[in-house]
């Protein structure tokens, strides 16, 4: 079901960038990324807190990308990405520092707004197919290089902005957020008490493209 859901917006994808009124080009640039649990865990036994476990780390993004102005200041953009996202995982008392990636093919659908010409205000939605998961350090024991243990589609939402240079060239600023837990079946044991949590992507995005028509 979710392969299906994710190849139907592909093909929604597909029909646009064939729309006569619609401008496709390519981009590619930097992912900054780290994740969190929600909420947030108690300390350790060190006092350590859960959220000072995750560190960034920097990854990158390439695809290609289709706008659709309604008018002079209106538009939807979409975009068809390959892009890897994660975290680092700091050195703790059980475990070894490591990095944690996780690789996605992406179709962000954004609604733009033009705030004066150059400059574009950007909003929308991402949904992402997890293609691989993969560790640096494997002598970590867990599930976090076992893709099957993943939710294999993840929703975020988007904010950003888009810069227009000269020569269909332009620069994108965004932060995605995920929505979507990672680990479906992550459980805190508190207290002799279960409680269900969330780990959560978070991302920025830096990126350069060129409009080809």
Same mark, same amino acid.
């Given at each position: ?21 619609? !401008? ?23 006092? +350590? ?46 475990? +070894?520092?490591?990095? !944690? ?37 494997? +002598? ?54 279960? !409680? ?8 920025? +995005? ?8």
């Amino acid at each position: 079901m979710n392969i299906r859901y994710f190849l139907s917006l592909i093909l929604i994808f597909a029909f646009f960038t064939g729309y006569s009124q619609y !401008h496709y080009g390519i981009k590619t640039g930097l992912n900054i990324n780290k994740q969190k649990f929600s909420p947030n865990l108690n300390s350790n036994s060190n006092g +350590q807190n859960a959220h000072d476990v995750f560190g960034y780390i920097n990854t990158f993004h390439f695809g290609v990308t289709g706008d659709y102005f309604i008018n002079n200041s209106f538009g939807i953009t979409s975009e068809l990405l390959y892009e890897v996202k994660g975290t680092h995982y700091n050195k703790t008392e059980l475990s +070894q520092g490591f990095d !944690h990636k996780l690789t996605y093919i992406s179709l962000p659908v954004l609604f733009d707004y033009s705030i004066f010409r150059p400059l574009t205000l950007q909003a929308g939605v991402e949904t992402g197919y997890l293609l691989k998961t993969e560790d640096t350090y494997k +002598q970590t024991e867990g599930i976090l290089d076992d893709i099957d243990q993943f939710n294999r589609l993840e929703f975020s939402g988007i904010v950003g902005f888009k810069y227009d240079l000269p020569a269909n060239v332009y620069l994108s600023i965004r932060y995605i957020h995920g929505i979507t837990s990672l680990l479906p079946d992550l459980i805190n044991r508190d207290a002799n008490e279960e !409680h269900n949590i969330d780990l959560l992507n978070r991302t920025y +995005q830096l990126s350069i493209g060129y409009v080809l028509k």
